[in-house]
């Protein structure tokens, strides 16, 4: 029953996915229809200098009857923070430019007698840009509460992650709706508004590629090719080490980290005891690996994909200007791997073991779906071509994976129940609900005033900024989890790049892809690959304690991050 | 009795239990049978959609743990086969003696630190008699310095 629901809610939403990502407008501008007449224009702009949307303008008149209040000229500011008033009548000259807005304080503007003098004329006057301040209500620390309640859940796992997001959203949604009963301040945004949030490039993106891996998993590929790097390393660790980590960061950056790893492990655990040397020094250093070249494209990694979208990042931006310090990174990172695991990359082999042991790793590592790799190969080559080339045609990621995505099932013409079931339908969902509980916080201004405290600290330096930036999030994605903290950084990251001089080329948001990725190796709650290669390397009876990840990643952290903060600090200073 | 279960997750933890098994498989002449379960808990917060796969990937990972563990038993001329169920360990435990009626279930040592007082020390002991009482199997542990 729950299958077949699946199925018929999966084939519209792929429709639904099209139809709603050429509906997403490509332009913010003044969308009002101008009248005739008189016309009273301008914009409004928050502390920040981000433009406010749905601010009420409205020209008052102390003086006027309740009828004449009642029926007050009135417009409501679009994406960019401008406004268009048509001034049908005669002002009388006494009259007051109102701007309200839930979460601002209400800004009164007397109109001077020259203005009125204009608009009486029938002449188009613009006003200055208006600055709307903040105003600190109970929704501001209602929602502030709810997003520590699920950051708190998620990185103590309370609950499981999509729970504590859509708890989350549900309880803002309480707030918003119920609490206007107990206080009209608890508002915090409606349901309509709160969709407006979520990203659904983001979303389509992660769904497309999620089709993709669902395919590809099944063809036995990353066996297959682990089991390559073992017989070209002759059987040296010494040289499969570094041909390991190189297969498993390719893979993590077109594929998510997570698949890489729950595939890679397993087959990497067996080659280690084949070859006598303990499977964690094979392990570690792929799982660093994975939290460091993933992020060298805009689809390694659910962060880039966050930010790809936000900063309008595109995938080639992503490959000329961080691949090369990820790559740099990389070097330091096989060094590092080399040293501290010298000694366990000894080989203790016992030959005749070790012949029956090949023996089956050889017979199962071998390609189970050969015609639907090929296929699968190339589409991903054609995906590859379309997100190199999309930004010169306006299409964004999702489409390329939504288009790969279905043209993969099509052609593939697998069973669609297994395929819905592959699609990790609660991660998409957490995406939504944690749009919308980051939404929450934005709506209030909580992320304006973060906004504010790291402008205050760091200035107009870009250097400084971009060091606070990368070493903050990559501290910080230690202890966090590094996907809701790189959605409620955005927006900070956005007000800071329109603010310091130089951070327009975007390498604030580059900095933010370096530390919330490569911060992931700083412990073993820092991303969830390390967690799941944990898991797994328990059950092969090699456990992986907090201590001894920490002890072994964030050296890791420290060499690979100052790495990359080198190479943007060259690339962008 | 027609043998011995061996539960084993492989790694330097597992060896002693190996060892004992293989031992008291080899003083008895009863063959040995190594069990590996795979359990996918710890997925539980994260990639629920990727079980299917991993479950094939897990299975082969051990089966090629209890292959290891086979090949020293037969280097021994101890007869020994391999089982590979999924789900919770205890009950595969149970269930695979009872299906075998085996005499005997040799369990690795619980690490002393996790032993390192009285109520954890009872609470094994409750663990053993359930097993005993549920398999109608001996319990045994390798020896101390075994591990």
């Known amino acids: 029953m729950m299958r077949r629901l699946k199925k018929w809610l999966f084939l519209p939403s792929l429709a639904l996915a099209a139809i709603l990502l050429f509906s997403i407008p490509t332009t913010s501008g003044q969308a009002q229809a101008a009248s005739t007449g008189a016309v009273l224009a301008g914009s409004v702009f928050d502390r920040q200098r981000q433009a406010v949307q749905e601010a009420i303008v409205t020209i008052q008149s102390p003086g006027a009857s309740p009828d004449e209040a009642a029926g007050a000229l009135q417009a409501v500011t679009q994406a960019d923070g401008s406004y268009l008033l048509p001034i049908p009548g005669k002002l009388h000259g006494d009259e007051i430019l109102v701007i309200q807005r839930t979460h601002f304080q209400t800004l009164e503007i007397p109109l001077a007698l020259g203005i009125i003098d204009r608009l009486n004329a029938g002449e188009a006057v613009h006003m200055e840009k208006v600055v709307l301040l903040r105003q600190i209500n109970a929704a501001f620390w209602v929602a502030t509460l709810i997003f520590v309640v699920v950051l708190a859940l998620i990185a103590l796992g309370w609950l499981h992650n999509t729970l504590s997001a859509l708890m989350g959203a549900a309880l803002i949604f309480v707030a918003s709706y119920l609490g206007p009963l107990v206080r009209a301040d608890l508002f915090i945004f409606s349901f309509n508004d709160a969709l407006k949030y979520i990203d659904w490039n983001v979303i389509f993106l992660i769904m497309g590629m999620m089709i993709v891996i669902a395919v590809v998993e099944r063809t036995g590929i990353f066996q297959w090719l682990a089991f390559r790097a073992y017989k070209l390393s002759g059987g040296r660790p010494w040289l499969l080490l570094p041909i390991l980590m190189l297969i498993t960061g390719v893979a993590s950056a077109f594929l998510d980290n997570v698949t890489t790893m729950l595939l890679m492990t397993p087959i990497t655990v067996q080659i280690a005891l084949s070859m006598g040397i303990n499977p964690l020094a094979l392990l570690i250093p792929e799982v660093f690996s994975s939290n460091v070249i993933g992020i060298s494209t805009l689809v390694g990694t659910p962060t880039n994909i966050l930010i790809g979208s936000y900063g309008k990042i595109s995938f080639n931006d992503f490959l000329t200007k961080l691949t090369p310090g990820v790559l740099i990174a990389f070097v330091g990172l096989i060094f590092y791997s080399y040293w501290i695991f010298r000694k366990d990359l000894k080989t203790e082999a016992d030959e005749d073991m070790q012949a029956l042991l090949m023996e089956k790793l050889e017979k199962q590592a071998v390609i189970r779906e050969p015609k639907n790799l090929k296929k699968a190969g190339w589409i991903g080559l054609a995906m590859l071509i379309l997100f190199v080339t999309g930004e010169h045609l306006q299409m964004l990621p999702s489409v390329t994976a939504i288009i790969g995505a279905t043209a993969l099932l099509v052609w593939i013409r697998p069973d669609i129940d297994e395929m819905i079931e592959s699609v990790d339908w609660t991660t998409l969902v957490f995406f939504m609900t944690l749009f919308i509980c980051v939404g929450a916080i934005q709506e209030v201004g909580l992320i304006a005033f973060i906004a504010d405290w790291i402008a205050g600290l760091v200035g107009n330096n870009l250097l400084l900024a971009m060091l606070a930036i990368t070493w903050f999030s990559a501290l910080l994605s230690t202890v966090i989890a590094n996907i809701p903290f790189t959605a409620a950084m955005l927006p900070v990251i956005g007000f800071l790049t329109g603010n310091i001089t130089g951070a327009e080329s975007k390498a604030l948001f580059y900095c933010l892809s370096i530390g919330s990725g490569m911060g992931g190796n700083g412990s073993l709650i820092g991303a969830s690959a390390n967690m799941v290669t944990a898991g797994i390397a328990e059950r092969a009876g090699y456990p992986i304690t907090y201590a001894y990840f920490l002890k072994k990643g964030f050296p890791a952290l420290l060499i690979t991050v100052g790495l990359g903060s080198i190479w943007l600090l060259i690339k962008f200073l | ?147």
């Open chain 2, 1 to 147: 009795m027609s043998g011995i279960v061996c539960a084993i997750r492989g790694g330097p933890l597992s060896q002693p239990t190996i060892r004992k098994a293989i031992e008291t498989a080899k003083s008895d002449q009863i063959p040995v049978h190594f069990l590996y379960v795979v359990n996918l808990d710890f997925l539980e917060h994260s990639e629920q959609a990727r079980t299917q796969v991993i479950q094939q990937e897990m299975r082969e990972m051990g089966e090629f743990i209890c292959l290891k563990a086979q090949i020293e038993a037969r280097r021994e001329g101890v007869q020994a086969d391999i089982f590979i169920r999924e789900g919770n360990v205890t009950e595969e435990i149970i269930a695979l003696s009872r299906e075998l009626q085996a005499g005997v279930v040799v369990l690795g040592r619980p690490q002393t630190e996790r032993v390192s007082n009285f109520l954890d020390l009872k609470r094994l002991e409750k663990f053993v008699h359930m097993l005993e009482d549920e398999t109608d199997a001996k319990v045994i542990f390798p020896a101390e310095d075994q591990g």
